[in-house]
């Protein structure tokens, strides 16, 4: 359970995020709807702890952010475009982000990798991939963990038919695993198939 | 306790991994560099008190001022300058590398991540002395001997003394990349850096690793205590203050900083 209590962040004066409140559930896909520059990615980054409150807390599973602990313990994320080592595969790239925890094995990297439709035996160097090849390696990053938080910034840029046929896959599993989806999408069409809730966010308040 | 520990180091080996894996083809650079700076350096009469050829040449290398008296003219210590700079160029966009976004958030505070940045940080430093020192030695292969087993105090501080320096300067580099884009953290360093070749100051720590000014060359210039004491408190210091600042800055984006 993701708490987010009267959460303020102001950057150079300006209110990027005005007092939001909300209670994210696990088992549940939450669609961040908005305009570009409303706040979604910068709520995203607020629930990762890669920004701090100005005012305001988030509690995740009992821990408040930023106390005992400075980011979740287990979150999946994508933000904006995902960047990698470009002198490095796609699988030696996750294996570099796999050994810091290691939670995932080999055998998850694959998945992670087929899952998005990327081969896991590539030998193309990062810098070779197009830009859906760079996004579907973000989405792996994300989900080789299988972790119980997962923030997904537009996943769906740059993808074909069959990316965003995965992606969908992708959510389905996570949801029924339990975790908690945090995603934001441009198309809203998608954005209202692929939630289970969607999350209006307007000059970085939540509209009803 | 072990177990924690061993997080750590996996941890740090594997923000290592991803920081060389971006600066591996510069630190590979200094060789031709340092080559070409050595050809250059050939005519400077080495001191007395370096007795092999090894650390005779770090001597060229790492001399700085030519100034034995402030009275005499300034020249400017190209050799010293470059590879300085050079050294700042590689550190460049720490602490916010690729990939920064989706390791900082597999650690569990950003203290510790900092602390991983850190010894990071230090052996992509060693590794740049390394690939110099090794250039050197490759160049005088005849003291290779003398390299590994004849070293006295004076020729390990030839060789060590630039190397505390510059893990110094390369940790205010990255105390200030915390909040200060990448090119402006390097343009202060290297300010620094060119302005302590002609003014003697101690403020302007940089100077410390200019051999020509410790007793190495001048028994009345900077005693070899002093100069590794001063940059190992700062990298001290930078350590201390990074994990302070750490907790307070903003993460908002990979290369945004760039």
């Known amino acids: 359970m993701i708490e987010i209590i009267n959460y303020t962040k102001i950057i150079r004066g300006a209110s990027v995020l005005k007092n939001i409140n909300l209670k994210l559930s696990r088992g549940m896909i939450y669609g961040l709807s908005g305009k570009n520059g409303s706040g979604k990615t910068m709520l995203m980054r607020a629930i990762c702890g890669l920004i701090r409150p100005t005012e305001g807390k988030i509690i995740i599973d009992g821990e408040t952010l930023g106390e005992k602990i400075s980011f979740p313990k287990s979150v999946g994320i994508l933000i904006e475009n995902p960047d990698f080592l470009d002198s490095e595969t796609a699988f030696s790239n996750l294996k570099l982000l796999a050994s810091i925890k290691q939670i995932a094995t080999d055998g998850d990297i694959k998945d992670s990798l087929s899952a998005v439709g990327l081969d896991p035996g590539d030998k193309r160097k990062y810098r070779k991939f197009s830009l859906g090849m760079k996004q579907k390696l973000g989405i792996a990053a994300a989900i080789m963990e299988k972790p119980e938080i997962l923030i997904l910034d537009e996943p769906l840029n740059a993808l074909d038919q069959d990316g965003v046929e995965r992606v969908r896959q992708i959510l389905k599993y996570f949801k029924e695993r339990g975790s908690t989806v945090i995603l934001a999408c441009h198309d809203r069409e998608e954005l209202e198939l692929l939630s289970d809730e969607i999350i209006k966010i307007e000059s970085g308040a939540i509209v009803p | ?258």
């Not at chain 2, 300058?81 to 950003?110: D, H, Q």
């Not at chain 2, 050197?136 to 060590?160: C, M, P, Y």
């Not at chain 2, 105390?175 to 343009?187: C, E, Q, R, W």
């Open chain 2, 1 to 258: 306790m072990l177990k924690r520990n061993n997080g750590f180091f996996r941890k740090t080996f594997a923000i290592f991994m991803s920081d060389l894996s971006q600066r591996s083809v510069y630190i590979f650079l200094l060789i031709p560099l340092t080559l070409l700076l050595l050809y250059k350096e050939k005519g400077t009469v080495p001191p007395a008190v370096l007795s092999d050829g090894i650390s005779q040449d770090f001597f060229r290398l790492f001399m700085g001022d030519y100034r034995i008296i402030p009275e005499m003219s300034y020249q400017p210590p190209f050799a010293w300058i470059l590879l300085n700079a050079y050294i700042a160029f590689i550190v460049g966009g720490f602490p916010f590398g690729s990939m920064e976004t989706a390791i900082i958030t597999k650690f569990r505070s950003r203290v510790s991540w900092w602390i991983s940045k850190c010894f990071s940080l230090l052996f992509i430093i060693a590794l740049s002395h390394a690939a110099i020192f090794c250039t050197v030695v490759l160049t005088d292969i005849s003291e290779l001997k003398a390299a590994f087993f004849g070293f006295d105090k004076n020729s390990l501080a030839a060789i060590l003394l630039p190397f505390a320096v510059s893990t110094a300067c390369s940790f205010v580099q990255s105390l200030m990349n915390l909040y200060l884009k990448p090119v402006f953290g390097y343009v202060l360093v290297v300010s620094m850096q060119i302005a302590s070749t002609f003014i003697h100051s101690p403020i302007l720590f940089a100077g410390y690793s200019q051999l020509n000014r410790t007793v190495l060359s001048n028994p009345s210039g900077i005693t070899l205590r002093l100069g590794f004491t001063v940059p190992a408190i700062i990298t001290l210091l930078c350590m201390a203050l990074g994990a302070f600042m750490s907790c307070c800055i903003e993460i908002l984006g990979d290369r945004s900083r760039k």
